[in-house]
């Protein structure tokens, strides 16, 4: 889990445009929601998947962006871009299956379900491996390899990657330092077995019911040991899904060709349409969606991955023809504006504070309905089991009035920490929230400091805007741990709002204890609970991606877990 | 000559040694960890700190440097984490290309070299031809559409005229690929036609100034005595112009030539920037922004390199154009 500094700077990117929102504007589907499941059918995790309509096989489909994907090495990736690639060529146990329209099913990957939770306590997992999968090389996987991926991930060499598993079976944050991957190669860290080629067990100390979801990223992806590379897996991944990599040149090119041995019987989701994946990096966003505009030789079959920049976004909802070639859709990164309740220890000023926000307004400032989508709920409408609600109702543009009776007279002072990298936002917010009898103060925070600074106790700032994309649409990846006191440091604190409640602590446990399908509605409920009774910040929007392809691209859809394209369905249009 | 290519090499040696020393300091004085990048968003310190020993980020500075040096002249063993035994002349391993820095640099340079060089050429034949024109012309309108030729070059900026170039001949003519590199030696003519607008924006751009100054020297040289000599004595026009005068003007051009080619070669960012491409200077943005260190050494080194060869090779063109210059 993590801030999503990544998003971040997207959204700078974007943010400014002069927002013109006009009737023929673009149509964002605000109503996407997350309804999902864990698949308990072991159908469901069957392929091949079903064909996508319209969809037909060969071409090559290019994906255009400015820098390199960070990480290919499937223990190491962790960014937006990697975690839509790695699909490609990285089968993981567990994945989602995604109609790209907010129904998700968590289903069996490389395993034949999502998972068996042994005593029904969440500490004893074991996963049986579908028959007929098998590495580009055609040789077939088995627990053994998927063990020894995940062992792999212990090297401290291997950075960059997600850390939820390592630390659930070493039960230590410092999961390296309790089990050295290089002195034992060979052998599993603790807690980790397989009992048989077709069997993976996992034996935790705590309850980690979250299992079946941590395992759908990359980093619970095969690998032979022989084909071990160390750091240098990164440039040359060994593949296990449809495509493999037959060319890398770092900072230029990613080209993925068919996998002659991939078996789509064997998988629920991927396809296998393109002849070829081109990844192209180093034309900047404004070159990247002007290619895909200008609409010629390779770049029809392109989609422009850094999005329509604010220079290009009249162009585009202005065009007919571009417009239908336009993918736009909120995304699961939440923006709220977090109450330092160490601070602000008065309920009814929080609880003012929400009735005072104008998010039509504040989407607005920072490029309208193309950027940005109005949330009331502390969980992204993305999240599985999310409710809509609104605890404190007061329209789109906030009601300044039922803020000042709530405050009764009083004008609270407050200190608003903002960005240097985008101050303009804050002196939106300062405008606004004092129309509601706010008194705010404007404090600069160096942008490349502010995320570090507001995760310190002790910091000086009554409100900040604070970001928040979970790895997996879940309630438990999201309000345990934005809200649970019991976990704050000194530093490096995601509960930046710094709540501590005993009944709402105690309610994380109950919670978390259930098993994972029965979460989703407890988490929604909970969700409005902590804004009702503690009213730890002011949910404000999530981010929309807006993204442009050429004429000939097809089968692109936003993820609804990662808010950034998929390609799983992909495919040129001949 | 040989005593003078001794000496210059020397110095050269003394500056590079110079630039590594100031560069390996300001790798410590920038406001970045190295380490922090290599770790997920919730690592902890102490793993950091683990990574830190690890790659010898703890060490005193004078050990690091010997090191870094020895690598480059022998070699040196870098460890799991940086793909262990790095081959001289080896540059430190880069954590944004998860590769030896001197691979990237194989990849890189080339492409840097195949934008500047073509460039360089076209700029130098369009500005200090037009800057001569200009001169032997003065006060025509040909002086003065080569004047307002230069004025509009020098006041563009290179995004701008880069990415109009753009937008005309790749989105709307769609009569040239998008801009790229292919190997010379792969496919003469892609390499061509992908970097083609690269070298005339930066042609543009460099044109400009070059024919502003060949101009003013060339008048200058015009009304110099050898000039009057040379045409009493009944020499024709185009041997005094283009024996005597042009070699004479010429000569501080040259300095400024070497010094341009050398910084465009040490990285053209705007360029390749602009135009999407992944050279030197690219990477040397992409190396600061990602903290990553030894990429960043590189490149530094390699664009003082680039500085220091090209005077030396002005000194040496100096003899061959002025006859007044001797090489001691």
Not at chain 1, 325 to 349: C, G
Not at chain 2, 62 to 85: H, P, T, W
Not at chain 2, 179 to 199: C, E, F, M, N, R
Not at chain 2, 249 to 261: K, N, S
Request: proline share 7%; with cysteine; glycine share 8%.
């Amino acid at each position: 889990m993590r801030n999503r500094v990544a998003a971040a700077f997207a959204l700078v990117l974007v943010a400014g445009a002069c927002s013109e929102t006009t009737d023929d504007g673009p149509s964002v589907d605000q109503q996407r929601t997350a309804t999902g499941v864990i698949a308990t059918d072991p159908k469901d995790s069957l392929g091949p998947a079903p064909e996508v309509l319209g969809a037909t096989k060969g071409g090559t489909f290019t994906v255009i962006r400015e820098v390199k994907i960070s990480h290919l090495d499937p223990q190491r990736v962790y960014s937006f871009a990697g975690l839509v690639n790695a699909p490609l060529y990285a089968r993981t146990l567990t994945t989602w299956k995604d109609d790209g329209k907010g129904n998700l099913t968590l289903v069996g990957d490389l395993a034949q379900t999502p998972g068996t939770n042994v005593s029904n306590d969440c500490k004893v997992w074991e996963f049986k491996v579908k028959d007929g999968v098998k590495f580009e090389d055609g040789r077939p996987i088995t627990a053994k390899e998927i063990a020894y991926g995940i062992a792999r991930s212990f090297d401290p060499d291997l950075t960059g990657g997600p850390t939820y598993v390592q630390e659930w079976l070493a039960d230590s944050a410092d999961y390296d330092t309790k089990w050295d991957f290089k002195a034992n190669k060979g052998a599993l860290p603790p807690g980790l077995t397989t009992p048989d080629d077709k069997t993976i067990r996992f034996e935790f100390a705590k309850a980690h019911c979250d299992l079946p979801f941590a395992l759908s990223l990359p980093a619970s992806a095969p690998l032979p040991p022989d084909k071990d590379t160390g750091v240098n897996l990164d440039n040359q991944p060994f593949s296990s899904g449809p495509y493999k990599i037959t060319k890398h040149t770092p900072g230029v090119e990613i080209v993925l060709e068919r996998n002659e041995h991939w078996d789509p019987a064997t998988d629920p989701v991927r396809h296998q349409y393109p002849d070829k994946f081109v990844w192209t990096f180093g034309p900047d966003p404004n070159a990247g969606a002007n290619r895909v505009i200008a609409d010629s030789g390779p770049d029809q079959s392109a989609l422009a991955f850094n999005g329509v920049p604010s220079a290009l976004v009249s162009q585009v909802t202005g065009n007919a023809a571009l417009k239908e070639r336009s993918i736009i859709s909120p995304t699961p990164t939440e923006w709220r504006l977090s109450i330092n309740t160490q601070r602000v220890t008065d309920l009814a000023t929080r609880q003012a504070l929400n009735y005072a926000i104008d998010r039509d307004g504040f989407i607005k400032s920072i490029g309208g309905e193309t950027v940005a989508a109005p949330v009331t709920t502390l969980m992204p409408p993305a999240t599985i089991g999310y409710q809509k609600y609104d605890a404190y109702p007061a329209g789109a543009n906030g009601n300044p009035d039922k803020a000042k009776e709530l405050l009764a007279g009083k004008t609270p002072a407050l200190v608003l920490g903002v960005g240097d990298d985008v101050v303009e936002r804050g002196t939106q917010l300062k405008s606004n929230l004092e129309k509601a009898g706010f008194k705010i103060t404007l404090k600069t925070i160096p942008a490349d400091a502010k995320l570090d600074e507001t995760k310190k106790k002790d910091n000086p700032w009554d409100l900040y805007l604070d970001s928040w994309a979970a790895d997996w649409p879940s309630g438990a990846s999201i309000l345990p741990v934005l809200f649970d006191g019991r976990s704050i440091k000194a530093e490096g604190n995601s509960n930046t709002s710094y709540v501590n409640d005993d009944a709402i602590n105690s309610e994380f446990d109950r919670v978390l204890a259930m098993p994972p399908a029965d979460q989703a509605p407890e988490w929604a409920k909970l969700d409005e609970r902590i804004m009702r009774e503690l009213a730890p910040a002011v949910p404000v929007y999530v981010e929309v991606a807006y993204y442009l392809h050429g004429s000939k691209a097809g089968g692109v859809f936003v993820s609804s877990v990662f808010g950034y394209p998929s390609f799983v369905n992909a495919f040129v249009k001949q | 000559m040989a005593r003078f290519l001794i000496k210059r090499l020397l110095s050269a040696t003394l500056t590079l040694f110079a630039v590594s020393v100031l560069a390996f300091l300001m790798f410590f004085a920038l406001p970045r960890d190295p380490v922090t990048g290599m770790c997920p968003k919730n690592c902890n310190p102490e793993r950091l700190e683990r990574v830190r020993e690890e790659l010898g980020l703890r060490d005193p500075k004078i050990e690091q440097y010997a090191a870094y040096m020895k690598g480059i002249f022998v070699g040196r063993d870098l460890g799991s984490a940086q793909g262990g035994r790095c081959d001289a002349p080896c540059l430190g391993y880069s954590y944004v290309n998860s590769e030896a820095v001197t691979d990237t640099l194989a990849r890189v340079l080339p492409v840097t070299l195949s934008i500047v060089i073509p460039a360089a050429i076209l700029w130098l034949l369009l500005g200090v031809g037009l800057g001569m024109v200009s001169a032997l012309k003065r006060g025509t309108w040909v002086d003065r559409l080569a004047i307002g030729f230069s004025l509009t070059g020098a006041s563009l900026q290179l995004y701008f005229t880069g990415a109009v170039l753009l937008i005309v001949f790749v989105y709307q003519l769609k009569v040239l690929p998008n801009p790229h590199y292919t190997s010379i030696l792969d496919d003469p003519l892609d390499w061509a036609k992908g970097l083609v607008l690269a070298w005339v924006a930066l042609a543009f751009l460099f044109s400009a100034i070059y024919a502003r100054l060949a101009r003013a020297q060339m008048l200058e040289t015009l009304s110099e005595d050898f000039v009057r000599t040379a045409r009493a004595k009944g020499l024709a026009s185009k041997a005094v112009y283009g024996r005597h005068a042009l070699r004479a003007a010429i000569t501080p051009l040259v300095t400024i030539a070497g010094l341009d080619v050398g910084a465009a070669l040490g990285g053209t960012v705007i360029t390749e920037t602009t135009f999407g491409i992944q050279g030197l200077g690219r990477t040397a943005v992409y190396a600061v922004r990602g903290g990553d260190l030894p990429m960043i050494m590189a490149t530094v080194l390699i664009a003082a390199v680039f500085v220091v060869l090209a005077n030396v090779v002005v000194d040496l063109l100096y003899a061959v154009i002025d006859p007044r210059v001797r090489l001691r």
